[in-house]
């Protein structure tokens, strides 16, 4: 009886602490600059994509909401023909992003994506790509990958060596 | 033709006050809880009673075909009628009552006793297991609380010597009945509560265990009706313990004369209906079988001796003893 009392009056306490509620149109919450929400497409210093469709992200969305597919460009770069990623699918969870070895997929604390429609949610390449770099804007995949390519041949980017003769190493 | 107009504003104010009492219910729960609850449509959100009210009325009017028809219907219908019976007898104000018959008080507690039936007959009707314990827990809760609830009531007749709901209110006039009946009006508190099946003794819905209780069938206007039922039980409950216990429309004695008799019954129905709420808010559901042993093992008891000590100390100042 007496703890039903002591409940009692501890709740009717709460009648003078302030609402913890978010009023959320009116009062937006606040997001972490990490917080995970639409997925974007990054682009490089030099303002090309990022991605170099290797399907890792595809790979490991544990919901499979993307869908894309590589091309090769003239100068030897990849690129993906088309990008798609389900937003009526997707969770959210981030794991595209750790996935992509270039930096390409990146999470943005944007969650504002209603739709009356559904096929809307549907994201194709140019809904995705944003003309920035995101949250690494120095790096560029091509430039320090060791790749040969039109514009550098092997050994040629920051921090690289040359190839190593396999040939003349012989004894 | 004045009683006629009374009774016809008494039941359509039963109506939109158990209407406007769901929206308050759910502000005032969400106040004590940390939030704001629904505020969102019209001034302070009291708009949602009408969305509400819309999306009920055109609700498709289902009866689910292994259902017993006539009964499922009936059942919603019942809990209303009895409810709305019970406040012909409540004396709102000097004059300001349907009607007042020597018995009123047996009254009320007949017509209350009517309305367990609904719940009954509906989760009988519904012919679902969640629905039939929640009826079974009605039956079980209404033979634990229905003793006490009358006998607690006793020594409120004893002292004022009349059945009468306006004879009980002007006995009241030096002391309100809540000193000198503090066991009784404990007791009838928390038969009420369990008599209008509001939390915590609100084991036939019990939503946690038993997906609705005794309504898990019922949908649109025949839901509806059930928790407009409610509703009236609970705000006939609180009318009840304020003319009991608490005066009635009377103000404190001596400082009470400034508020018309109608607004200090009113004002206290209001902080009645607000305990609720709060009890509500804070106080977990027993178990059925701990409702029935309180009701045996702890109240019955206390009710006794209450009608032994104000039947002593009745006899006792007339000088019987």
New interface residues.
């Given amino acids: 009886m007496l703890s ?1 009392l002591r ?2 009056w ?3 306490k ?2 003078f ?5 978010v ?1 959320y149109p009116e009062e937006m919450p606040y997001l972490a600059p990490r917080y995970r929400g639409r997925i974007v497409l990054t682009r490089d210093p030099d303002g090309e994509e990022r991605c170099v469709a290797c399907n890792l992200c595809a790979a490991v969305c544990p919901v499979d909401c993307i869908a894309l597919q590589k091309d090769t460009r003239e100068d030897g770069t990849w690129y993906p023909e088309f990008f798609r990623i389900n937003f009526s699918r997707c969770i959210m969870c981030g794991m595209c992003e750790e996935a992509c070895p270039t930096y390409a997929i990146q999470l943005t604390p944007d969650f504002e994506m209603c739709e009356y429609d559904r096929q809307n949610m549907v994201y194709e390449k140019e809904n995705l790509l944003i003309n920035g770099v995101g949250k690494y804007p120095e790096y560029n995949f091509y430039r320090v990958s060791g790749m040969q390519t039109a514009f550098k041949d092997k050994g040629e980017g920051p921090n690289e060596a040359r190839p190593i003769d396999t040939k003349s190493l012989l004894p | 033709m004045l009683p006629v107009l009374l009774a016809l504003a008494i039941l359509l104010g039963g109506v939109a006050g158990a209407a406007v009492l769901t929206w308050w219910e759910r502000r005032l729960l969400g106040f004590w809880q940390d939030r704001y609850g629904p505020n969102r449509l019209g001034p302070f959100g009291i708009g949602q009673v009408l969305a509400d009210m819309i999306k009920l009325l055109t609700k498709d009017d289902w009866v689910p075909p292994f259902a017993d028809k006539v009964v499922f219907i009936f059942a919603p219908t019942a809990i209303v009628v009895a409810m709305m019976m019970g406040f012909a007898v409540v004396p709102f104000a000097p004059g300001v009552m349907i009607i007042d018959v020597n018995i009123g008080l047996l009254f009320f507690l007949g017509m209350t006793s009517l309305a367990v039936y609904s719940v009954l007959l509906g989760g009988l009707a519904s012919n679902n297991k969640y629905a039939l314990l929640g009826g079974l827990r009605s039956a079980a809760q209404m033979v634990s609380y229905e003793v006490f609830m009358g006998l607690s009531l006793m020594g409120v007749v004893m002292m004022s010597d009349s059945f009468s709901l306006v004879d009980i209110v002007e006995a009241q006039t030096n002391v309100w009945f809540c000193f000198s009946q503090a066991l009784g009006l404990l007791v009838f508190v928390i038969a009420g509560i369990a008599e209008s099946h509001r939390l915590p003794f609100d084991l036939p819905e019990a939503e946690h265990e038993l997906t609705a209780g005794f309504h898990t069938e019922y949908g649109g206007m025949k839901f509806a009706m059930f928790m407009l039922g409610e509703y009236l039980g609970l705000m006939l409950i609180s009318c009840m313990i304020v003319t009991l216990f608490f005066g009635g429309w009377l103000g404190p004695a001596y400082i009470g004369h400034w508020l018309p008799p109608i607004a200090w019954f009113g004002l206290k129905v209001f902080f009645v209906i607000n305990f609720f709420v709060l009890l509500r808010a804070a106080i977990p559901r027993p178990r059925y079988d701990q409702l029935m042993s309180l009701g045996w093992k702890v109240m019955l008891p206390i009710t006794l001796v209450n009608l032994v000590i104000t039947g002593a100390v009745l006899l006792w100042m007339e000088g019987g003893i």
Avoid: G, L, P, V
Avoid at chain 1, 17 to 21: E, F, I, L, N, R
């Fill in positions: 039903e409940t009692m501890e709740i009717f709460h009648s602490t302030k609402a913890d509620t009023q």
